[in-house]
């Protein structure tokens, strides 16, 4: 899977990127992370990107040829014509679902917005995607970008060590997870509960089941809706 970002700070995406669970899977080539420096397809001598709104108003935004460019010169390198995702408030909500289509993409362009925004004429000519991270306006496009990748990677076959915790997790199934427990077995008077030391791993999944239908009652109920349960388990809930 190859993510490229076309941003004004290349620093701050591969900075967190290159760290951890995503940073490790580059190294081991399952996925790569490109960013490519707008301002490098500037044609003004002082590397301008960016201009005052026609029409007026505060703020700059930033013009349409170099990010085209910068587009252009990406498909020219990959051979592909690969979808152009704009990060921007005014997007879909990026959601678990959205990120298992994405992730069977093979190529993948993230569009970082600064300032007052991006020429509505480069998003008409590349933008494919208008996805957001959540009701809330952040002062550019990286951080959603970091999130999108951080969460696509991890469905990508190979990143996680542990195939099975990519299937457990919350959302899985519109329920969140279970609550998870190691050593010691009593911390500040907090012990561990009882069926998880038991060995037995029928009722371990049946509690495990259950926590996780409980805790997405008390925390997401608006989840619930989208959840596969059981006759048995609906009547549960009812309790
Ligand atoms: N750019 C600024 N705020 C954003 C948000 N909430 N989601 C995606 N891109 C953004």
Redesign the pocket.
Known sequence: MNFHILTLFPEMVMGGLSTSITGRAMEKGIISVEAVNIRDYSKDKHRHVDDAPYGGGAGMVMQPEPICDAYEDLCARTGRRPRVIY???Q?RVFTQQIAEELAKEEELVFLC?HYEGIDERALELVATDY????D???T??EL?AMVMIDCISRLVPGVLNNEVSAEVESFHDNLLEYPQYTRPEVFNGLAVPEVLLSGHHKNIEKWRREQSIKRTLERRPDLLEGANLSKKEQKYLEE
């Open positions: 990060m921007t408030p997007g917005g996805l957001s991270i959540g809330y306006v952040l550019g496009g959603p």
